[in-house]
């Protein structure tokens, strides 16, 4: 049964799925004229404002920028630590830049799908905002027939992948970082995950927001220092490091220099694990953070859109990329584990590079990393997985037992292997994206009418 989910696994995220990924980051960006990627500046500018932070007399639940912050929070993850780490390793120091060059392109995507997020949604009974990307085609697209199948699609893979991907991975790997380092029975992590996920996320959306504007920030301004003093420490080895990653990502077969000279990638290994672990990590594409959007108190779609988007940068062109620099400049990329006699990869790599100019220090700051970005996405995940769920059961008062039912699965995903877990996690994570992709597409047209008549009227 492994080995089938694997293979299924590796057909869901192979070149296809990763080319209508960037191609349809590409096509938007086209038919937008790249306004979002030209307006970046303009959306960071909105995300720090004071209107961000407020939600009076607008129809939404939290404000925008709780639902940013809520959103990055599911985005924000292991991926960051772990995914780059991999990609390094499997794509060479070269994947780095087709991370940056999908984020570029799926800054149009995370834009897109937010925005109309926001102008599809509904209030159930309960005045709840209810949307996202099974809303946007059960409104928005001209066959409703196929635009009901395609949302149920979302809504079923949505639901499988926060139990997977947005819990029980998660909750394994605050399990293994605490065993690891501080000896922690896998246990007593569970009955504490599970205790302090079930207090916020029976909260609802308000308390989760409230929650996730104040960790997500926090997490990111930690791991992020860190990072940069890593890099600061290092700083001899940053060009030569820089060099490996840019002379790499376009070389049809190159080795990383120095110690990492075990690494060996072409272009199209690296394009492959770049563009796999960039939109991995960001979720460009994958339509879950357009779920959180639609909760925004905001009567201007394109404006959430606009600081929805916002998320990719900070998730890919900021945190990722630290973690790329760190790695670079290390010197351990390539060496060898001991045990293994492989090349280190993931949190082993990662931790190795902190450890290089921070000693034992830098095991601490990548354990207290995974253990914050975990926790927070399993915060993140529970609320995108409830609306999902909402949708399928048309039932706002079954979500009380999703969420119950969500917070006892984190004890589960502690205290077992979940090797199975991982590779099917993984793959409902993608089949979510397949009816967004198409959807997103269709819907092209009016994302770029709305966009245009947004800035005419500003």
């Not at 834009?111 to 599809?120: D, G, H, N, R, S």
């Not at 502690?414 to 198409?438: H, R």
């Amino acid at each position: 049964m492994l080995s089938f989910i694997q293979r299924l696994d590796q057909i869901v995220w192979g070149p296809v799925m990763l080319a209508l990924f960037v191609g349809t980051g590409i096509i938007l960006n086209l038919r937008m004229n790249f306004l979002p990627v030209r307006n970046l500046g303009v959306a960071l500018k909105c995300v720090f404002g004071k209107e961000a932070r407020i939600r009076e007399r607008k129809e939404g639940d939290i404000t925008p920028l709780s639902a940013l912050t809520t959103a990055l929070a599911a985005t924000i993850g292991t991926g960051n630590i772990v995914g780059v780490a991999t990609a390094m390793v499997l794509g060479g120091p070269g994947a780095l830049v087709w991370m940056w060059i999908s984020a570029f392109f799926g800054l149009a995507t995370k834009f897109t799908e937010c925005m109309l997020a926001v102008k599809y949604r509904e209030k159930n009974r309960l005045g709840e905002m209810c949307g996202g990307p099974m809303y946007v085609m059960k409104n928005g697209l001209k066959n409703k027939r196929a635009g009901r199948v395609m949302a149920s699609l979302f809504a079923f893979f949505t639901v499988a992948a926060s139990f997977g991907i947005g819990n029980m991975t998660q909750a394994n790997s605050i399990s293994e970082a605490l065993s690891n380092s501080f000896d922690v029975p896998p246990k007593v992590t569970g009955l504490v995950i599970m205790a302090l996920s079930m207090v916020i996320i029976l909260g609802g959306i308000e308390t989760i927001s409230r929650v996730s504007q104040i960790i997500v920030p926090v997490m990111a301004l930690f791991y992020v220092s860190a990072g940069l003093v890593v890099i600061l420490l290092n700083v001899r080895q940053l060009l030569p490091g820089l060099a490996d990653i840019f002379c790499m990502a376009f070389s049809p077969r190159a080795a990383a220099c120095g110690a990492g000279g075990m690494i060996t990638a072409s272009m199209a290994e690296a394009a492959r694990w770049g563009v796999a672990r960039g939109v991995f990590s960001n979720e460009a594409g994958l339509g879950s953070a357009a779920i959180t959007a639609a909760a925004a108190a905001t009567d201007e779609p394109v404006k959430q859109g606009y600081i929805s988007m916002t998320g990719t940068f900070f998730d890919t062109l900021v945190v990722c990329t630290v973690t790329g620099l760190v790695i670079a400049c290390s010197g351990v990329l390539g060496i060898a584990d001991p045990s293994t006699g492989q090349p280190l990869t993931g949190a082993a790599l990662t931790i190795a590079a902190f450890q290089s100019a921070l000693g034992s220090l830098g095991s601490v700051f990548i354990c207290l990393g995974i253990v914050l970005f975990a926790f927070s996405t399993i915060l993140g995940w529970e609320y995108q997985g409830e609306k999902a769920f909402e949708y399928l059961s048309k039932s706002p008062k079954m979500c009380m037992v999703y969420r119950i039912l969500f917070s006892g699965i984190t004890f589960t995903g502690a205290t077992m292997s979940l090797q199975e877990v991982w590779s099917f996690a993984d793959v409902a994570n993608g089949l979510m994206a397949v009816p967004n992709l198409i959807c997103l597409l269709l819907l092209s047209g009016k994302a770029a009418k709305e966009i245009r008549e947004f800035h005419s009227r500003m």
